[in-house]
């Protein structure tokens, strides 16, 4: 990017952007500015349900994108020069990133979905732990190539093949000398902040960040839209009365379930059902999804659920229902169980980002089908142990 003097852009733009991340995009001062040393917002893209995002355009085909609690990114023309000396807390990015290193791993489906796969040069998995296919078969071609992993990144590959931007999740903020060492390489980080979507489709229409990012606005608007479009098309279900547990027993024998307030429970509740155990409400200051329970808990709190969902996005699948008692036996005695309604996730489960709608109605469809023909991230457990 060309360096060079755009004082009609200095001191009141970077007055109002030192100020650092707002609190919630509910308050006041959360949002873009109108006027930005006179390049006037034209437009600022209209999110139904992320909250976590703004994204302005402004004359000159500037755009600023505002990361809640994260950083202020601004996305310059090519044609424009941009001063040197830019303050710590605005980050600059290219008009349109072509070597970008992917090291968010559920961001990749919303990338592919606005079309913009062709801007992924780096990624931070090696083929076979995508589940994304288009990103796999990217990296058998060589048009996608392994980069490290997020907190061990190849920076001499990187640095010599130009990459232009790294889209981190917030574990960077983890391993902070990365994200420095990044940027004094000359390689601007984005945040993804899609996680901390409370709405399930929140982090769908995150598809829109990188539409913008890469120049695919149009593309990423009509791929949200017929995600929301198939959770419309519910309406509002009457709730069926079924309750729905979604766990897995992890290596010490303990049931990790979903917070209450996490958007799998929330896409539980959308897709007409009830999510139990009811008392995984967890403390209200934390960030993390889940929960351990000892098995003793989780039995009491979801014995006499309708529907076990098992989560093998992070275990290993089930094959059948004689894998589940085995991790343990008191299994037998839930109800899901004694009826022949136990359930397991496709392992793409945590890269589908982009497919929240479709997975809601898969929900629905394990409450209201004795079946999975059709499904693509839930199958029916074999009871023929």
Known sequence: MRMGCLAA???ASFFILSAGPRETRAAENFGLPGDVAGHVLLEETQFDYAQEIAIGYYEGGWKLYEVRESACYLQAPAEEAVPEDLPEDLILLLEEPENTYLAATAAM???NAAGALDRIRFSSQTAENWYVPE???AMQEGSLVFAGKYSEPDYELLLGQ????????TMILHTPKVKEKL?????????????????????TEWVKVYGALFGCEEEAEQFFRSQAEKVESLGQPEMSGKKIAFFYINPAGIAVVRRTDDYVPEMIRMAGGTYVPENAAGPQDSHTSTINMTMEDFYAGAKDADCLIYNASIDAP?????????????????????EGNVWCTDQYLYQAADRIGDLILEFNAAMTRTDDSGLQFLKKIDFQS
């Not at 130009?162 to 999740?169: F, G, W």
């Not at 390489?185 to 929140?202: M, T």
Request: with cysteine; proline share 5%.
């Open 109 to 111: 489906s919303l990338v």
């Open 318 to 338: 089930l094959d059948n229902i004689g894998d589940l008692t085995a991790k343990n036996p008191l299994f037998a005695d839930f109800k899901a169980v004694k």
């Open 183 to 203: 940027e004094s390489l000359g390689i601007p980080v984005f945040v993804d902040r899609s996680s901390y979507e409370n709405h399930p489709l929140g982090r």
């Open 162 to 169: 130009d990459c232009d931007l790294a889209v981190e999740s």
């Open 9 to 11: 852009f200095l001191t």
């Open 135 to 137: 990103a796999a078969a």
